[in-house]
């Protein structure tokens, strides 16, 4: 668990990075709230956060929940409280130049918008999300941002950690998947681990990190595993706001999964051209792999 959480607060603290803790994109109010959550497989315990204001590393403070108190998920200013007992520094911004000018870019863009009616409204948002996106202000895979980490050692212990700045220019408050536990990461000390990124509203309606971890108790690959979450998304895809023109999902969301044997799969709605990756490190060391992806195309 020490070595997953080191890995990803490495992330958090890139001020280029902007997916996750400093530097992440932030709400629609240009707050940066961030989420996070951690499983221990042996101990059989787990600690997350959410809309966490001022704290660079939000999975050092969910490993905290974890170890420290009986609960799983503190939020908002509770859960700031809760990091600077624990003796977090709470800054009063975690915007840097980069992701606040990236907001107030997106501001300029949108306020003209506004007074639309809001199916106009919903459609006009996608649409110049997807020319930020084209113009290079923002990483395509950084909309959603997200890094989730899973390790497992050679007794088959197994652990997670899912961290996030969770969808740029959210509605504040909104909570994505990362820090639920059997949505944006669950982990079964018995099994195995998953864990998600891309958007984090379709894994919540399915709760699709438990649901590949199950899969996998009845026997399934990861990767076997991992398609049936995506087919189960695909299946309850069904408003237009969320289909593009071949009637499949406008969006991507992958699944990172590792069983206690060391068998592993990254598997994504869509990989064009190979370019969905996941990072593997075992005995023959740090690579990146391509995922499987459910569908042609792109989303
Ligand atoms: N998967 C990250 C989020 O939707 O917040």
Redesign the pocket.
């Known amino acids: 668990m020490d070595a997953l959480i080191a890995g990803v607060t490495i992330v958090e603290l890139d001020p280029e990075d902007t997916s996750v803790g400093y530097g992440g994109l932030p709400n629609a109010d240009g707050v940066v709230q961030l ?1 996070a959550s951690c499983m221990h497989g042996p101990r059989k315990r787990a600690g997350a956060v959410a809309a966490l204001e001022g704290v660079r590393n939000p999975s050092l403070v969910a490993q905290k929940v974890m170890d420290q108190t009986d609960h799983h998920l503190l939020v908002g200013p509770g859960a700031q409280v809760f990091a600077r007992n624990m003796g977090f520094t709470i800054e009063d911004d975690l915007n840097t130049d980069r992701s606040r000018r990236t907001w107030l870019e997106w501001k300029r863009r949108t306020t003209p918008l506004l007074y639309l009616d809001p199916d106009r409204r919903e459609l006009a948002m996608r649409r110049l999300e997807r020319e930020m996106i084209t113009e290079g202000l923002i990483e395509e895979n950084h909309f ?1 941002g ?1 890094i989730n980490c899973n390790g497992v050692n050679a007794r088959g212990e197994i652990c997670g950690v899912t961290t ?1 700045s ?2 740029a220019w959210k509605i504040p408050g909104r909570v ?3 820090p639920i536990l059997g949505a ?1 990461l669950y982990v079964d000390g018995e099994i195995g681990a998953a864990g ?6 379709a ?1 919540l309606y399915s709760l699709c990190s438990f649901l590949i971890v199950e899969e996998m108790r009845r026997g399934k690959h990861p990767k076997d595993a991992g398609l049936e979450a995506l087919r189960r998304i695909q299946a309850a895809t069904i408003e237009q706001r969320l289909l593009n023109e071949r009637g499949t999902p406008n969006f991507n969301i992958n699944f990172y999964i590792l069983n206690r044997r060391g068998e592993y799969a990254g598997v994504a709605m869509y990989s064009p051209d190979g370019r969905q990756q996941f990072a593997v490190c075992d005995e023959k060391g740090p690579r990146l792999e391509v995922s499987t992806p459910l569908l042609e195309g792109s989303a």
């Open positions: 989420d959603y997200t996030t969770g969808l994505g998947d990362s944006g998600s990124t891309g958007r984090g509203e894994s």
